[in-house]
C-alpha cells in the first residue's frame, strides 16, 4: 500500500501500520462515505444532521453541507452521472444530489427504512436494502426508475454484487442471513445463517467469496458465493459494523465500533494483520483507488478519519485484541431512574440473580 512521509499534520500509529492524516469534525453520527477522486472531495452521510458533509481533500475542510431525506445512513457517489445519493432510512427514499451544484435534484421513493446503499456503476444499477420492508429496491442509476423489488429477510441493509455469477448479496441484520439473488430474474436463488447482526458486505469475486460483518457476533463470515455456505468465521475488532474490499482485493478493511479501530483482514489467509486508530464509533469505509488512502466516517466523534495503510502484506504475527480488563469481573454498583416512576433503582436490588442491562440507543 502506499507510503508517505510524515509531516506535522501525520501521525503514525504505536505498531507503525498506519499513517493518520486527518481526523476532520463533519457532523452528528456520520455513517455512509464516498470519495469523488476527480474533484478531490469526500461525501460523508450525517445521519442524525440530516445531511451531507462535502469535504475537500486538499484543505481538510467542511466545504457544504447539503440537506437530503430524514436519517441518511448509506451513500453513494456515481462518476458518470455526477450524483451523489443517500438512503434516507426516517423518509423511505433515496435522495438524489448533483456533485456539481450540490443541490437535491430528485427523491426517490423505495421500502421502508431503506439502510444499505450500493452502485454497480458498470451494469448502472443502484441496490437499496430497506430493513423494515424486508425487501431490496433496485434503480436504474441513469433513469432512477425502479426496475424491481426483491424479498428480503428482516433487516435488509448492506448489499454487494457479483457481475460474473450474476449475483446480488443483500445481508439481513435482524434474521442473521444472507439473501442471494439472480440479477437476470431479479429471483432469490440462495440463503445462508451467518452471525447475528449481519450489516455489512463485500465480494471477492475471483475466489468466489463474500465477506459478511456480523456486528453483535463480532465475527465475519468467509461466505462461498458457489454453494452459500459458510466457511470459516473469522475474528476482528470489538461490535464490527463496516466493511470495505481494498482495491486490490488483498485484504479487507473492517470497522470496529465498539474498539474504535479498522481491522486488516488478510483476503487469503483470513488472519487480522492489524487493528489501526481511527475515531470513536466507526463505520462507513471506503479506500480511495486512485491514492490508496482510507476514509472512516466515526459516530462517535462525528469525524472522519483519513490515513493511509503502511502494510505491504501480512506481518510476521496475526494481530489480536487485547481482552479488556473489566471482562470477568464483579459488575460495579450503579443506580439509574426507574423511568415509570421516577424513583432511583439500585443495582444492589438484584444482587446474586441473574438479568440482562440494556442499554438502548434512544434514537
Not at 451513500?75 to 456533485?99: G, N, Q
Not at 483482514?265 to 488472519?271: E, F, I, K, W
Request: glycine fraction near 10%; charge should be negative; hydrophobic fraction near 40%.
Amino acid at each position: 500500500m502506499n507510503d508517505l512521509p510524515v509531516g506535522a499534520a501525520c501521525r503514525i500509529d504505536s505498531g507503525g501500520a498506519s499513517v493518520s492524516l486527518a481526523e476532520i469534525p463533519v457532523g452528528l453520527d456520520p455513517e455512509g462515505v464516498a470519495v469523488d477522486s476527480r474533484r478531490r472531495r469526500a461525501y460523508v452521510a450525517c445521519s442524525r444532521a440530516d445531511y451531507v458533509a462535502v469535504v475537500d481533500l486538499e484543505t481538510n475542510e467542511v466545504v457544504a453541507q447539503v440537506v437530503v431525506g430524514s436519517e441518511p445512513i448509506d451513500l453513494a457517489f456515481d462518476p458518470a452521472t455526477d450524483r451523489i445519493l443517500t438512503a434516507d432510512a426516517h423518509s423511505d427514499t433515496v435522495s438524489v444530489v448533483d456533485a456539481e451544484t450540490l443541490e437535491l435534484v430528485a427523491t426517490v421513493d423505495v421500502g421502508m427504512y431503506p439502510s444499505g446503499l450500493t452502485a454497480d456503476h458498470e451494469s448502472r444499477r443502484i441496490y437499496c436494502g430497506n430493513s423494515l420492508g424486508s425487501t431490496m429496491t433496485v434503480l436504474d442509476l441513469d433513469t432512477l426508475e425502479t426496475i424491481a423489488t426483491v424479498e428480503a429477510e428482516v433487516g435488509a441493509g448492506a448489499i454487494a454484487f457479483d457481475r460474473t455469477r450474476n449475483l446480488v448479496v443483500c445481508v439481513n441484520f435482524i434474521a442473521a442471513s444472507a439473501t442471494f439473488v439472480d440479477t437476470k430474474t431479479w429471483e432469490p436463488v440462495g440463503r445462508v445463517e451467518v452471525g447475528s447482526g449481519a450489516c455489512a458486505v463485500g465480494v471477492v469475486p475471483e475466489r468466489g467469496e463474500a465477506f459478511v460483518v456480523n456486528s453483535l457476533a463480532g465475527t465475519v463470515s468467509r461466505v462461498s458465493l458457489d454453494d452459500f455456505t459458510v466457511r470459516e468465521e473469522l475474528a476482528v475488532g470489538s461490535a464490527p459494523v463496516g466493511l470495505t474490499v481494498a482495491p486490490a482485493h488483498d485484504r479487507v478493511y473492517v470497522s470496529n465500533r465498539g474498539a474504535g479501530t479498522l481491522s486488516v483482514l488478510g483476503v487469503a489467509d483470513g488472519d487480522q494483520w492489524a487493528q489501526l486508530p481511527v475515531g470513536e464509533g466507526p463505520g462507513g469505509v471506503v479506500v480511495d483507488p486512485t491514492d490508496g488512502r482510507v476514509y472512516v466516517a466515526n459516530a462517535g466523534t462525528g469525524t472522519l478519519s483519513i490515513l493511509v495503510d503502511r502494510l505491504s502484506g501480512p506481518p510476521a504475527t496475526a494481530a489480536v485484541e487485547e481482552r479488556h480488563p473489566l471482562i470477568g469481573a464483579k459488575l460495579p454498583e450503579f443506580s439509574l431512574l426507574d423511568f415509570r416512576t421516577g424513583e432511583r433503582r439500585s443495582s444492589r436490588e438484584w444482587a446474586e440473580r441473574k438479568y440482562i442491562v440494556n442499554f438502548f440507543a434512544s434514537w
